[in-house]
């Protein structure tokens, strides 16, 4: 089988019904899903039932006690038998019935790529939505993944990649994910694809969303655990400027007029130093 879809979820009842009935709409139905409740006490289990006598043999599911959120995942990939695992998590749903369909063409079209990833839809708290096309094709730096991530829902990630990168570190609470693309792909060999496809619909009141600062504590932690304190110092002080210069050129006039007053600034710098030097030797 080449695709499982993981959801986990805990205490989330209406949100799994949501995701699940996304799944379930898939015109393209060759592929498992493997659902993981972290022992719901809100009807989840009861809503998992119900779609289990409409999935038949095509699900897998189980509801226990975990250790978070990667714990659960873990867990679900444990389970999972295709060769590619997507996850989709209690709350976020597939955008339409075809996005397997299209995913699994795109993955035979692209040479099967140990990930592809498409385009994420923010559910925002107003009512809007936005869609993400994360690097979209460019590629993928330790620049970029210092600022930012790639997103987790619109990827199928090929299953053997977590023989060769470990599970999901479940001592961290919101950013293992991110760790493991880090090792894979920036400290890895791993070269992950892009498709213009609107894959997932993301719930933006989830932990990660809402806990900024969690986020920021954890992504130092695992930085200064995995980059040379060398390389890291240079990107701790440089980063967010080269992200600003980096917004600046996608407006022409503004990037000019930067450039311009750099360019005027170095000039007297240099000259001061050139009389200095002059004094000096004087």
């Not at 955008?95 to 692209?110: I, Q, R, S």
């Not at 969690?214 to 060398?230: A, C, F, G, N, S």
Request: proline share 4%.
């Amino acid at each position: 089988m080449t695709l499982t879809i993981i959801t986990i979820g805990r205490n989330n009842a209406s949100g799994l019904d949501k995701t699940m009935q996304s799944v379930l709409d898939q015109t393209f139905t060759d592929f498992e899903y493997v659902v993981v409740d972290g022992a719901s006490t809100d009807g989840s289990v009861d809503v998992i039932k119900k779609y289990a006598a409409l999935f038949g043999p095509r699900l897998k599911w189980i509801s226990e006690p975990d250790k978070g959120i990667y714990n659960a995942m873990n867990k679900g990939i444990g389970m999972a038998s295709g060769e590619y695992v997507e996850f989709l998590n209690s709350g976020d749903c597939l955008v339409g019935p075809d996005v397997v369909e299209k995913m699994l063409t795109a993955l035979e079209e692209k040479a099967c790529p140990t990930i592809l990833y498409g385009n994420l839809l923010k559910d925002m708290p107003d009512g809007k939505i936005l869609k993400d096309r994360c690097f979209a094709g460019q590629d993928i730096t330790f620049l970029g993944f210092y600022t930012g991530t790639l997103n987790h829902s619109p990827a199928y990630i090929r299953k053997d990649l977590f023989e060769k990168y470990g599970l999901y570190d479940e001592s961290l609470k919101i950013v293992s994910d991110w760790k493991w693309y880090l090792q894979a792909i920036i400290l890895g060999t791993e070269k992950p694809v892009y498709v213009d496809i609107d894959v997932t619909l993301f719930d933006m009141t989830g932990i990660s969303e809402t806990n900024k600062d969690l986020d920021k504590t954890e992504r130092k932690k695992v930085l200064e655990e995995l980059i040379p304190q060398t390389v890291l110092s240079d990107y701790d002080q440089w980063a967010f400027p080269i992200a600003q210069i980096k917004r600046l050129k996608r407006h022409p006039w503004a990037y000019k007029l930067v450039w311009f007053l750099e360019r005027c600034l170095f000039k007297v710098e240099k000259r001061q130093r050139k009389r200095s030097a002059q004094t000096l030797y004087q």
